[in-house]
């Protein structure tokens, strides 16, 4: 942590502005952009659940039909909207891009939802984290998030975006080579050979890929997770973590490199899904305690940090420690970069402190980050109690009662569609239809491309049927 801190420290130069704090100056090279974009999304969840959810009786490896989406959604992001991002003239804020390209009321609205959504993102990534440390510690869980926390403000508030991208590269780095290392100390701890291995995987039906079903009320199919994970990553990519990371690029062209070849990164998934695959073959072979039995059932994802306390050998296993980390804080370090940057623009400038000193913004700004810092902190103890749902399922349910309505704003801002009246109603309609579709079952991975799309659709039938509200709309301006 401290080699991490000095050597992002040195890599973010100075600050003089709002927009070297938030946006770098776009003086960063586009793959180091790239592998924060990944860094962010690879967070503990993803280190610990993904191979919880392997390991788990009815596990296999069709969590890979999500990670095929989530990389399409990668290129979807880079010709969708990393351009349009970069070369937006007079906005500061993606929210205020929606705003230019609709109205002002209807960037308001997508920035409050915005923010509801990284709360939500943050509270679930960070409970994991906690989980973890606690497994390790026995400090608790309140004490395990208070720690990830400082740590997370401390890089968020050093140079801002300049620090979190840099320390977000050196730390993917670090959880790579931890899941690459902890892969081949499984492989070394078995006794079965690679081909009889995958005869025992195969003979408890770990090995299915893809599924094909229609049934959507099935989570992990191709369908859900194709659809769903394109979707999901527009919906994400329109939040200010997306805005920040575009314009802190040196061009257009490198903002959608950044996020194109983000896609190629989604092969660390690969690697922590065949950590799960390791952690099924050395369990069959070395029977867990009944009481490790017992803790499993409430609270499925320890299985991971359980073998890096009892299986690593003394030393080896603070990388894998280290790398779990890694993955919490390079999530939790650009979430508090985000809300503080909306906090200041769209908040404390305008209706607390106008007209001051760019200095003083980003001295608040980084004020702001410790306050952020708190909610996520009281968030992450507030979902401690669905943790026995699977903290992977958690992580994509909860951010799915607000990704439809994001997905309409943005794609609708995309292509100039609609006006604020128009907007919320469909924004109501989406919501309504994201709880009418939960409530009869269906996977939450359709929610975010059926209900944003019948969003887009309300709207489109609206301004078509009614013009005279552009009349309301003015009236609304004036």
Not at 290 to 307: C, T, W, Y
């Amino acid at each position: 942590m401290l080699g991490v801190t000095w050597l992002g420290h040195q890599l973010s130069g100075s600050i003089a502005s709002r927009q070297s704090f938030f946006q770098a100056d776009g003086s960063l090279p586009w793959w180091a952009v790239s592998a924060s974009i990944l860094a962010t999304l690879v967070s503990a969840v993803t280190f610990v659940s993904v191979p919880a959810a392997v390991f788990a009786p009815g596990g296999d490896l069709t969590y890979i039909q999500v990670v095929l989406g989530l990389a399409l959604g990668k290129v979807a992001v880079a010709w969708l909207l990393a351009r349009p991002f970069y070369e937006s003239q007079g906005v500061a804020t993606a929210y205020e891009y929606v705003g230019a390209r609709i109205d002002r009321p209807t960037g308001e609205i997508s920035m409050y939802l915005g923010l509801l959504l990284t709360i939500i993102n943050s509270g679930v990534k960070l409970l994991t984290a906690s989980l973890v440390l606690d497994v390790i510690s026995g400090w608790g869980l309140p004490g395990c998030a208070l720690f990830v926390v400082a740590i997370s403000v401390l890089w968020s508030a050093l140079a801002g975006i300049k620090t979190v991208i840099w320390t977000d590269f050196l730390l993917f780095v670090l959880f790579g080579l931890g899941a690459v290392f902890a892969l081949v100390l499984i492989a070394l701890s078995v006794e079965q050979s690679l081909g009889e291995a995958l005869v025992y995987l195969d003979a408890q039906a770990k090995l299915v890929l893809f599924d094909f079903s229609t049934d959507v009320e099935k989570r992990y199919t191709i369908w859900a997770g194709v659809i769903g994970g394109i979707a999901l990553n527009i919906a994400q990519g329109s939040t200010q973590g997306t805005w920040q990371r575009v314009r802190a690029c040196r061009s257009a062209h490198d903002a959608q490199k950044a996020y194109g070849y983000a896609a190629l990164f989604y092969v660390m998934h690969l690697v922590i899904l065949a950590l799960g695959l390791g952690l099924v073959v050395f369990y069959g072979e070395h029977s867990l305690p009944e009481q490790v039995q017992a803790q499993l059932e409430g609270s499925p994802d320890r299985i991971f940090p359980h073998f890096i306390m009892t299986e690593i050998p003394l030393g080896l296993s603070g990388l894998f420690i280290a790398a779990i980390f890694a993955a919490a804080i390079s999530t939790l370090d650009s979430a508090l970069a985000e809300s503080s940057d909306l906090s200041v623009s769209h908040i404390y400038a305008r209706f607390i402190a106008r007209a001051r000193s760019e200095r003083h913004y980003v001295q608040v700004s980084r004020w702001l980050m410790v306050a952020w810092g708190f909610v996520f902190f009281g968030v992450a103890m507030f979902f401690s109690r669905f943790a026995g749902e699977g903290l992977l399922d958690l992580t994509f349910k909860l951010p799915n009662y607000v990704y439809a309505a994001i997905f309409g704003c943005i794609v609708l801002a995309r292509f100039g569609i609609g006006r604020w009246p128009s907007v919320l109603i469909g924004a109501v309609v989406s919501f309504a239809l994201v709880l009418w579709l939960g409530a009869q079952g269906v996977a939450f991975f359709y929610w975010c491309p059926l209900a944003g799309s019948a969003m887009v659709a309300v709207v489109w039938l609206i301004e078509r049927s009614a013009p005279e509200w552009r009349g309301v709309v003015g009236a609304a301006r004036s």
